[in-house]
């Protein structure tokens, strides 16, 4: 008997209002139900549409643990099918990407199928009359997932079939996604290159944690964020000689308690939030020649400035991604066992922008998120410090106190503190509703 | 030196990578030009350095960077240290132009770096823009193609 079994009383216990139990970061039963019910219960980011620009383009990815691969169908609609042929198991496709043309066709058996999953043809299907074929789950073809919406070129799917709508689950929270997307002149957002793939040995959730985690920057990251701005000074160069890109990125990094304060935090229901409020640490980025003319021209000048003037930082999407609106990119945190994670960073391009917020973008990519990176370096040593410090006995429950209100509920949007934890309290009041929805009580 | 040949070339290669496994980072920065980039691509065959994501693409400010943080006090992720052991393959001399002042060599290397238990061990190829300044053999250019640069990695945190 596992130590957490299916047990709605058990698993809500797990989380209190200012500390949850370790065992959600290191159990891997926990971990498993998390598979079960949480990311099967949620709406999960899948991949971009510009991934699949093309009829018959795929690509294979996971909601969870779950092997899937989205497609564009030949009514040009996403499609997000499981990545299992219904005859044996065999993944139908495990190249990262691809053009399947009008079919998929099994590699072992040559069972094929439309790129919306349905059944095409078996070979020799004789051998199937008059065995009830028409009855299996098998002729059903590649089972789609619950639900899929592409909302703006972002595409996510719910594997449960029946639950919360998109709508409902991310209500004004979609905000963020809109910023980014309304950044671009012609409101469209383009993949750019492959995502870096960092793994890390901890728990998923203390990524998702990290991304409104105002605390850490200017402690975990002074030895890269802290030494850059220590460099630059020192650097013999003439007078008034402009900051590099790279130390634009950086510095911000060091920011002081009093700046993060005062920058806010905003949560949204269903444990979504943002960092950033007022101000954040991409404010101040050197204009980019000739991009609000053509913000300007796209949208007039007001418009545009509405959608420049909002630089939120860090938007977390429960339950496994975060989007930085200012910089066009996306991270997923995809979950792996209790005590794995990868971790895939993407960048977009924003059509008919200039190609210097392209660069910046790829230049903060490479400079925070890669398994190259020193702040990724910085972060990582904490992660997995934590994953091995909470096997310890001394202590089972992990503090998320900071600027806790008593009473305080998540089911309206709020504006706090930028320091405050509330976000990370807003996710366990997610986890616990996404967990426990599906879960019956305990057998008495 | 006025004209280096095949031999300076590949001796210096072998050089810079005693160097980087011996730990002595500020020689090692000295074998840079100011203007120096270090690259090395996500993507296999990658084209394009500044509108795709890289694993790196540094400047001298930045290579100098890491050194620095190497050092660092509260450098947590190097406490303890990382160790690094580079086992290469005799260098190929691609280009030896003295009128040009340009040389270029590529290194098939294999790279092993170590902290705690861990131990990683990457494949890749090295290529080296080499100029002379005053004399002496500098790097202008380094590119680093990993063989699996595509794959999900840990921790990288020495120089190939």
Known sequence: ?444 | MSAPSKDDLIDFIYEEARMLDDGRFDEWLDLWTPDGIYWMPLEYNQQDENLVTSLLHEDFFMIKLRVERFKGERTFSQKPKTRCHHVIQRPFVDRLDVDAGEFVTRTAFHYVETRLDDQTLLAANARHDLVLVDGKLKIKRKRVDLLNSDAAFGNIQMFL
């Open chain 1, 1 to 444: 008997m596992s130590r957490h079994a299916n047990d709605r009383s058990a698993i809500a216990a797990l989380v209190r209002p200012t500390e949850v139990h370790r065992d959600i970061y290191i159990d891997e039963d926990v971990f498993q139900l998390e598979m079960k019910h949480l990311f099967a219960n949620c709406w999960v980011f899948v991949g971009h549409d510009s991934q699949t620009p093309n009829k018959g383009d795929y690509f294979t990815t996971e909601i969870g643990t779950q092997p899937v691969i989205m497609v564009r169908h030949s009514d040009d609609e996403i499609y997000v099918l499981h990545n299992r042929c219904p005859h044996k198991g065999t993944k139908i496709a495990i190249d990262r990407a691809g053009n399947t043309g009008k079919f998929f066709r099994c590699p072992y058996h040559a069972w094929s199928f439309k790129t919306n999953g349905c059944l095409l043809a078996i070979p020799l299907r004789k051998g199937y009359k008059d065995t009830g074929l028409e009855e299996s789950e098998s002729v059903k073809g590649m089972a789609p997932v619950g639900a899929v919406k592409n909302y703006r070129g972002f595409v996510f799917a719910r594997l449960a079939p029946e639950g919360v709508s998109f709508e409902d689950f991310f209500g004004s929270s979609l905000s963020s996604i809109d910023n980014m997307v309304d950044r671009s002149p012609a409101g469209r957002l383009e993949v750019a290159g492959p995502p870096l793939r960092y793994m890390h040995r901890c728990n998923w959730k203390m990524l998702v944690e990290n991304q409104t985690d105002t605390c850490h920057p200017m402690v975990a990251h002074e030895s890269s964020a802290g030494t850059a701005i220590k460099l630059w000074e020192e650097m013999e160069k003439p007078e008034g000689t402009k900051k590099p890109m790279a130390m634009e990125v950086i510095a911000p990094f060091m920011s002081s308690y009093e700046f993060f304060e005062n920058m806010g935090i905003r949560t949204w229901p269903n444990g979504h939030g943002h960092t950033g409020v007022h101000h954040s640490i991409h404010s101040d980025y050197s204009a980019i020649p000739g991009y609000f003319e053509q913000m300007c021209e796209a949208y007039g000048e007001d418009r545009a400035r509405e959608i420049l003037g909002e630089n939120r930082h860090n938007t977390v999407y429960f339950p496994n991604i975060m989007i930085k609106g200012p910089i066009q990119q996306l991270r997923l945190f995809k979950p792996i066992s209790a005590n794995k994670t990868l971790v895939e960073s993407y960048i977009y391009r924003l059509v008919d922008a200039p190609d210097m917020l392209l660069q910046r973008t790829a230049m903060y990519n490479r400079l925070i998120n890669a398994p190259t990176s020193m702040v990724g370096h910085d972060d990582l040593e904490m992660y997995e410090r934590a994953q091995e410090g909470l096997h310890s006995d001394g202590l089972e429950w992990v503090n998320v106190q900071r600027l806790y209100q008593p009473g305080e509920s998540f089911e309206q949007e709020a504006i706090e503190n930028g320091t405050t934890e509330r976000q990370m309290r807003n996710q366990f009041d997610a986890w616990t509703k996404y967990m426990t929805m599906t879960m019956d009580e305990a057998a008495q």
